[in-house]
C-alpha cells in the first residue's frame, strides 16, 4: 500500500447499517475497498464510509447499485 | 565454561523461566531450545534484562542462545539510550503509551458494529497524534493481527511506524491462528503483564 490519500475515493452512505450491507455485498463480490471513518474534512458527524481505487470506481457502483444501495462518491 | 540449561521440547514459559532462574547464578549461560518462538522469547527476556544474546543455529533444529552479562559501563550505556532513544516528554517520563486491544470487536451491543468500530479505530490510530508506543493483542484481539484480517495492512504502517506490537502466544495458540499470525512478535504473559506494569498509560478501545 503506497497509495496517497489523494488517490482514493470513498462512498458515503446514509447509515452505519448501510455501511455493514455495503461492506458485505463488495467482499462477497471480492471487489477491493476498506472501511474507514467517513474524513473530517467530509462530515464531522461520526460515521464510517468505504474507500477504494479510482480504477475500481465502476465496479463498486455497478455491484451496490445492483443490489438498490444508494451512496454518494467523494474524492478522499 | 558457561552454564548449560536444556529448554528443549519445553513450551512457552518454562524456557523464559529456566533462562531467569539460570542467569540469578550465573554469569555466561547458553540456553538450548527446539522452537523459533522459545529464541524470540529468551532473546527478547535477556536483552531487557541487560544481557549480551548471541543466537547460533545448530543442527537437527536446536538454537544455542548464548548470553553474557554486560558489564557495568555498558549496562550504564544501555540505560542512557534508552532513555535519549524516547522520542517525547511524555514517554521519558511516564513510560510508554500501550493500546491494548482485547477482542475483535469494539464495545458491547453489536458484533457487526463492534467489527466496523475496530477497524475505524485501528485505521485511525495510524496517524493519531499521541499513537501508541506499544500495542497489545490478547483473546480474539489476536484475529486482527493475521493472514487475511481486514485491518493487517493498518498494522503493519503501524509497525513500519516503529511501533512494538505484541500478540499473545497463547491467544494466537487457542484460536489455532499460530501459523497464521502476520504482524508483530508472538509474545507471552512475562511480556504482556511487564508492558502493562510500566506503561505511562493504556488506551483501550
Given at each position: 500500500m503506497t497509495e496517497t490519500s489523494e488517490k482514493y475515493l470513498v462512498a458515503i452512505f446514509q447509515s452505519v447499517s448501510h455501511v455493514i450491507s455495503a461492506e458485505r455485498i463488495l467482499k462477497n463480490a471480492r471487489v477491493p475497498h476498506k472501511v474507514i471513518p467517513v474524513p473530517r474534512k467530509i462530515s464531522s458527524d461520526c460515521g464510517v464510509c468505504i474507500r477504494f481505487l479510482p480504477e475500481h470506481r465502476e465496479i463498486v457502483e455497478n455491484t451496490l447499485r445492483e443490489k438498490d444501495e444508494s451512496f454518494d462518491i467523494r474524492a478522499l | 565454561m558457561p552454564e548449560i540449561v536444556?529448554?528443549?521440547?519445553?513450551?512457552?514459559?518454562q524456557p523464559v523461566l529456566l533462562t531467569k532462574k539460570a542467569l540469578e547464578d550465573h554469569s555466561d549461560v547458553d540456553v538450548l531450545v527446539d522452537n523459533a518462538i522459545a529464541v524470540e522469547n529468551v532473546k527478547r527476556f535477556a536483552a531487557n534484562a541487560g544481557w549480551a544474546v548471541e543466537v547460533t543455529d545448530e543442527s537437527g533444529g536446536i538454537f544455542r542462545i548464548h548470553l553474557k552479562k554486560q558489564d557495568e559501563t555498558a549496562a550504564d550505556n544501555r540505560e542512557s539510550e534508552c532513555i535519549s532513544c524516547a522520542d517525547n516528554a511524555r514517554s521519558a517520563a511516564s513510560g510508554p503509551s500501550v493500546f491494548v486491544?482485547?477482542?475483535?470487536?469494539?464495545?458491547?451491543?453489536s458484533d457487526e458494529l463492534g467489527t466496523i468500530l475496530m477497524k475505524s479505530f485501528i485505521h485511525t490510530a495510524?496517524?493519531?497524534?499521541?499513537?501508541?508506543d506499544v500495542m497489545i493483542f490478547y483473546n480474539s484481539g489476536v484475529?486482527?493481527?493475521?493472514?487475511?484480517?481486514?485491518v493487517l495492512d493498518d498494522l503493519k504502517k503501524i509497525e513500519g511506524k516503529g511501533v512494538k506490537i505484541l500478540v499473545c502466544g497463547t491467544c494466537a495458540n487457542y484460536f489455532s491462528l499460530t501459523d497464521r499470525v502476520a504482524v508483530g512478535i508472538i509474545s507471552n504473559m512475562y511480556d504482556i503483564a511487564d508492558t502493562l506494569s510500566r506503561a505511562g498509560h493504556i488506551v483501550q478501545p
Open positions: - | 536444556n529448554a528443549k521440547g519445553l513450551a512457552c514459559p486491544i482485547v477482542s475483535d470487536t469494539m464495545g458491547k451491543g495510524i496517524d493519531l497524534e499521541d499513537g501508541p484475529k486482527l493481527a493475521v493472514e487475511g484480517s481486514d
